[in-house]
């Protein structure tokens, strides 16, 4: 039992190029959101999955875009990476009789 | 106004004292609280939550609610330097998937 993964662990981007990051959760979780978490602004939802099949925005949603592949996963797409989304990423997932969202270790992304 | 706030600090206690972490929310439709902790470079981890009024106790942990004042806090007794983390609290408002919002955190630091 894996909990939450995420892959990459880091990545370093140039300005422009686009990329994927690939979460999967073992837990049988209806639920599942994509956060970023800059110095001194605690957890900022990106976008999130209510169930599978549904995909809504969060707070910061502009310049990402997601795909709820299966009930397990859940990816986050940067098409054209600017250097304001140097961050660390982070994928949860909630989910009945639970009531905590689980964390992935995070993505430490870097764009120059 | 933010949704959720929180003191960044930093907080310093010396070891062996009480440290009360402090949160406040705007909407009073939220009907349940958590606090994580989070270490440097690792994701959150949860360390409780309430959704009635008064005191949760767990361990050296106290959780205490006042949704009149809209207001949440965490007590941590006989601290350690092992409690070094910044404590992030975050708030359901009644969805039924598990969505949170974060206060931005704040940092507390244990010394001995």
């Known amino acids: 039992n894996a909990g939450v993964t995420q892959t990459p662990k880091f990545q370093v981007l140039k300005t422009g190029q686009s990329m994927t990051l690939q979460c999967a959760q073992d837990m049988n979780h209806n639920s599942m959101y994509w956060y970023r978490q800059d110095p001194g602004m605690g957890l900022r939802l990106i976008y999130y999955s209510a169930s599978e099949g549904t995909t809504d925005k969060g707070e910061v949603p502009n310049g990402y875009n997601v795909s709820r592949l299966n009930k397990r996963e859940f990816s986050l797409r940067l098409e054209s990476a600017a250097p304001s989304q140097t961050s660390v990423y982070f994928c949860?997932?909630?989910?009945?009789?639970?009531?905590?969202?689980?964390f992935g270790p995070g993505t430490r992304l870097t764009v120059t | 106004q933010k949704e959720v706030e929180q003191n960044s600090g930093p907080l310093s206690v010396p070891e062996g004292a009480i440290a009360s972490l402090n949160c406040t929310y705007s909407?009073?439709?939220?009907?349940?609280f958590f606090w994580y902790r989070q270490y440097s470079g690792k994701s959150p981890e949860l360390i409780m939550f309430?959704?009635?009024?008064g005191d949760k106790e767990d361990g050296r942990f106290t959780a205490q609610l006042n949704k009149a004042s809209q207001y949440v806090s965490l007590l941590i007794r006989d601290s350690q330097p092992s409690d070094s983390a910044t404590y992030l609290c975050?708030?359901?408002?009644?969805?039924?998937?598990?969505?949170?919002?974060f206060g931005q955190g704040t940092i507390l630091t244990v010394h001995p």
């Open positions: 309430i959704y009635s009024n």
């Open positions: 949860a997932s909630w989910g009945i009789p639970s009531y905590e969202q689980y």
């Open positions: 975050a708030v359901n408002r009644g969805t039924s998937y598990g969505k949170l919002t």
């Open positions: 909407d009073r439709g939220s009907q349940s």
